[in-house]
């Protein structure tokens, strides 16, 4: 349900001075311009000043507002949730979010901690998308309140090490009614930080990641089959009928990179959403890349990458043939990010959970 709420700032009088547009706000906020007309539509944090003509223009309170909303979207916040904190949001909550906005809204402060991105150089091969949101309280694996999640974590590692991959398909099996982005942000991605700081000696073709990996994937797999299946014994459409065809997500690895495995948890969350998310393995040239997206066209497209200073030539390759297409790039730290393409369709993402909150807006729009 949208809500409304009076064209005035938060003392009662109307704002003065030129109001902004929506291609300023969205360059400003750094997100794509159909993420606020979304929030406008679904929320009503759109522009409440209005120019001759019913030119509608966001005021610096709309703007406050809209930080407000994308800053706890980032931080996980359900959008819904967001979007009535930034509506509730009293003087002194839009003054701290008007202090707060970067100079550079697409370029976070730089990380300091060293110690996590050594480890992820070390295994980086195998670990996730960006930030995998383990600042979440949800339960892991998407299963009942009141788990144990650090045990279950313990575990999972536990039989890596111990190269049980039948107990560690039984650890990361997702429940029928279960959530795999909270799987991956409370389960897996934490068994892959906890491994990836044990130095162990192991004997030929013996590999715990490689363990944990194969049953990552495997419960992955199995998950998404059965709702596949649920939505075509309930007389909708397979998966790949051109009408479930139409707002796919296709997700890229950088360039002479294997697929981390939360790409798989992303597109496996995308789909428990109702979306089409697919992965694109194998060789992939820009130009291999580029007759793909002209073939398929899809909603939105997502490089997934661990690499410090990963091959963008895709990324800006899109943008210049595509410029209206979504883009979302993940990326950790900040060493790349100033080679980003300088547009608002053109998002970098340093979380899992914002990953997938800036895709569902893009699809759901």
């Given at each position: 349900?949208?809500?409304?709420?009076?064209?005035?700032?938060?003392?009662?009088?109307?704002?003065?001075?030129?109001?902004?547009?929506?291609?300023a706000?969205?360059?400003?906020?750094?997100?794509?311009?159909?993420?606020?007309?979304?929030?406008?539509?679904?929320?009503?944090?759109?522009?409440?000043?209005?120019?001759?003509?019913?030119?509608?223009?966001?005021?610096p309170?709309?703007?406050?507002?809209?930080?407000?909303?994308?800053?706890?979207?980032?931080?996980?916040?359900?959008?819904?949730?967001?979007?009535?904190?930034?509506?509730?949001?009293?003087?002194?909550?839009?003054?701290?979010?008007?202090?707060?906005?970067?100079?550079?809204?697409?370029?976070?402060?730089?990380?300091?901690?060293?110690?996590?991105?050594?480890?992820?150089?070390?295994?980086?091969?195998?670990?996730?998308?960006?930030?995998?949101?383990?600042?979440?309280?949800?339960?892991?694996?998407?299963?009942?309140?009141?788990?144990?999640?650090s045990?279950?974590?313990?575990?999972?590692?536990?039989?890596?090490?111990?190269?049980?991959?039948?107990?560690?398909?039984?650890?990361?099996?997702?429940?029928?009614?279960?959530?795999?982005?909270?799987?991956?942000?409370?389960?897996?991605?934490?068994?892959?930080?906890?491994?990836?700081?044990?130095t162990?000696?192991?004997?030929?073709?013996?590999?715990p990641e490689?363990v944990?990996?194969?049953?990552?994937?495997?419960?992955?797999?199995?998950?998404?089959?059965?709702?596949?299946?649920?939505?075509?014994?309930?007389?909708?459409?397979?998966?790949?009928?051109?009408?479930?065809?139409?707002?796919?997500?296709?997700?890229?690895?950088?360039?002479?990179?294997?697929?981390?495995?939360?790409?798989?948890?992303?597109?496996?969350?995308?789909?428990?959403?109702?979306?089409?998310?697919?992965?694109?393995?194998?060789?992939?040239?820009?130009?291999?890349?580029?007759?793909?997206?002209?073939?398929?066209?899809?909603?939105?497209?997502?490089?997934?990458?661990?690499?410090?200073?990963?091959?963008?030539?895709?990324?800006?390759?899109?943008?210049?043939?595509?410029?209206?297409?979504?883009?979302f790039?993940?990326?950790?730290?900040?060493?790349?990010?100033?080679?980003?393409?300088?547009?608002?369709?053109?998002?970098?993402?340093?979380?899992?959970?914002?990953?997938?909150?800036?895709?569902?807006?893009?699809?759901?729009?």
């Amino acid at each position: 349900m949208t809500t409304s709420r009076p064209a005035q700032d938060s003392g009662g009088a109307r704002t003065s001075g030129p109001g902004l547009a929506v291609a300023a706000v969205a360059r400003r906020l750094g997100v794509a311009p159909a993420t606020l007309r979304t929030w406008d539509r679904r929320y009503g944090l759109g522009p409440s000043d209005r120019t001759a003509g019913s030119h509608r223009r966001y005021t610096p309170e709309d703007v406050a507002r809209l930080l407000v909303m994308r800053r706890l979207t980032l931080e996980g916040v359900a959008p819904v949730d967001a979007a009535e904190a930034a509506l509730a949001a009293d003087v002194e909550e839009l003054e701290a979010a008007r202090r707060a906005e970067p100079p550079v809204p697409r370029e976070p402060a730089p990380e300091t901690d060293e110690s996590a991105d050594a480890a992820a150089r070390g295994r980086g091969h195998l670990r996730a998308l960006p930030g995998g949101g383990q600042g979440s309280r949800a339960p892991a694996a998407g299963g009942t309140a009141g788990q144990n999640t650090s045990g279950r974590v313990s575990a999972v590692v536990d039989s890596a090490l111990a190269y049980d991959q039948s107990r560690c398909d039984d650890l990361l099996r997702i429940p029928v009614n279960g959530d795999p982005a909270l799987w991956w942000s409370q389960l897996v991605d934490p068994a892959w930080s906890r491994l990836a700081e044990r130095t162990v000696l192991a004997g030929p073709g013996a590999v715990p990641e490689l363990v944990l990996a194969t049953a990552a994937l495997q419960a992955l797999r199995t998950f998404t089959e059965a709702l596949e299946q649920a939505v075509v014994q309930n007389g909708g459409p397979p998966a790949n009928h051109p009408s479930r065809m139409r707002n796919i997500v296709l997700i890229f690895a950088a360039p002479d990179e294997v697929v981390p495995l939360s790409a798989h948890a992303l597109a496996a969350a995308l789909t428990a959403k109702g979306k089409t998310a697919r992965i694109v393995t194998g060789p992939a040239s820009v130009r291999r890349s580029l007759e793909l997206i002209t073939m398929v066209r899809p909603a939105a497209l997502v490089l997934a990458t661990l690499q410090r200073r990963p091959d963008l030539d895709l990324v800006h390759a899109v943008h210049e043939g595509f410029p209206q297409l979504p883009v979302f790039v993940g990326l950790r730290r900040d060493d790349a990010a100033a080679e980003l393409p300088l547009a608002p369709q053109v998002q970098r993402v340093r979380s899992f959970t914002g990953m997938l909150h800036e895709i569902l807006e893009v699809v759901e729009a």
